[in-house]
């Protein structure tokens, strides 16, 4: 395929969208070796293409996914039949951080506990792998759909050109989502605070969805519902609330009473039904990594189908024969701490010292149910366009977004994270990675 842009016109488009996404405020705060820094996301004009059958693949795995993990949310909060088929350990998932007793029996509206879902994807071998399930709170999406608008507006005949599947229909549907729970009132994005990493997307999503951006002191519990506070003195009755920060600080009365940025009493308002959040309480079980190890079994009990995308070799340390296989081999695989997320509690064997090494094997031994381990795949890298406009080579995903409502629809493109230092595989933002905007595209026909 013939280069998307001259040099020229490459330079222009690159100085005209990091002027956009100065003036827009378009940040992600990375954590550096003085604390977080909060900076204009670093983005690379060129991006990342993907062929219409290649995407069709990749969307009925993710639809997939969304659709068992919610199911299997529904049964564990309720029913508990996979424990009972002795699909899935009973105490393997109690002992999770993520799971909430308080969550049980409660069944949100329309049966759906995963509004956004974030589906974090590597290719290696021209194979597309899954690496992690977001499924409490999938931060990115408000990026790859900036990108799309300052696209359409700097170079619209660069997507018509190529067919590029557009973005808008993803936004209007999550907006139908939310809306289809809201149990009558206004929406509310809450967000912990300014200094939270993705403030941006707080906001955009909040002025895109015509919904307000709250923080846990605008919001009241009076009586039996949720009321905004307004100018005056006035309240404003709130019918759903997509939370942007973690059960546990939801509800400070509730669960952790040292959480300034909760609302105190919400919970048992949401208990009744009178308001509608999002994504439901109790999500975090499924991110847990040590219940990614059991995803395939999950989708094959719920659907009786095998999972269309494939998982990197993945090995659980609390069972014994997986405990000798890393304890064996720890020194080429990549161990994650089951409840880390943002790239932190990652360690490359190849890159840890014997002492290290020791030392991790310690720590496993210890709390063997705090961690995974994957083989190390050698997954794609991508030619990214730096801001000094030099090019490297760096490491990339694809974090694909789907939402859920009566049906699933997937994001048409998504986030490619590219790592922030040449030969990492860290692509995460916190770490200081950058991003591409992801194109879906129908190939031209041959003769």
């Known amino acids: 395929m013939e280069p998307l842009f001259s040099d020229e016109r490459l330079n222009e488009l690159a100085s005209s969208l ?15 070796p003085n604390g977080l820094h909060e900076r204009v996301f670093p983005f690379d004009p060129i991006p990342r293409l993907i062929p219409q059958n290649e995407f069709d693949r990749l969307e009925e795995g993710i639809k997939q996914r969304v659709v068992a993990m919610n199911m299997f949310l529904q049964d564990v909060y309720h029913e508990g039949k996979i424990f009972k088929d002795k699909v899935f350990s009973e105490s393997f998932l109690l002992s999770s951080s993520g799971y909430m007793v308080e969550a049980r029996g409660i069944t949100p509206p329309k049966g759906v506990f995963l509004h956004l879902s974030g589906i ?26 900036k990108a799309r608008e300052l696209y359409e507006t700097c170079i619209p005949d660069a997507l018509a050109e190529r067919g590029v599947k557009e973005t808008l229909t993803f936004l209007q549907n999550l907006g139908k989502a939310f809306s289809s729970v809201n149990a009558g009132g206004e929406g509310v994005i809450l967000s912990p605070g300014r200094h939270n990493a993705a403030f941006f997307e707080h906001g955009y999503l909040a002025e895109s969805l015509g919904m307000t951006l709250a923080f846990g002191e605008d919001l009241l519990v009076c009586g039996e519902d949720v009321f905004l506070r307004g100018c005056f003195g006035k309240r404003h009755k709130v019918g759903f609330v997509y939370k942007r920060l973690n059960d546990e600080y939801l509800d400070p009365v509730m669960f952790n009473p040292a959480s300034v940025i909760g609302v105190p009493n919400i919970y048992p308002i949401y208990k009744k039904g009178r308001v509608g959040i999002g994504n439901a309480l109790g999500t975090g079980v499924a991110d847990d990594k040590g219940v990614f190890y059991y995803t395939p079994k999950i989708i094959r009990y719920y659907l009786g189908q095998d999972p269309v995308l494939p998982l990197p070799p993945t090995y659980l340390p609390e069972d014994p024969k997986d405990a000798a296989f890393v304890f064996e081999n720890i020194g080429r695989l990549v161990i994650k701490e089951v409840n880390s997320a943002g790239g932190f509690g990652v360690r490359f064997g190849p890159r840890l010292t014997k002492a290290e090494l020791a030392e991790l094997k310690v720590r496993i031994v210890a709390s063997p149910r705090g961690f995974i381990a994957q083989e190390i795949l050698d997954f794609e890298e991508l030619d990214v366009r730096l801001q000094d406009g030099t090019y490297e080579k760096r490491r990339a995903d694809l974090r694909m977004y789907a939402v859920m409502s009566e049906d699933v629809s997937v994001l048409r493109g998504g986030l490619s994270r590219f790592s922030g230092q040449r030969g990492s595989y860290l692509v995460n933002s916190c770490q200081g990675g950058g991003y591409k905007d992801t194109w879906v595209y129908q190939p031209a026909q041959t003769a």
């Open 18 to 32: 990091f002027w956009a996404l100065s003036v827009e405020d378009v940040t992600f705060a990375y954590d550096g």
């Open 120 to 145: 974090d994807l590597v290719r290696a071998a021209d194979t597309w792998f899954v690496l992690e399930d977001n499924l409490r709170i999938p931060s990115g999406v408000s990026y790859a759909l």
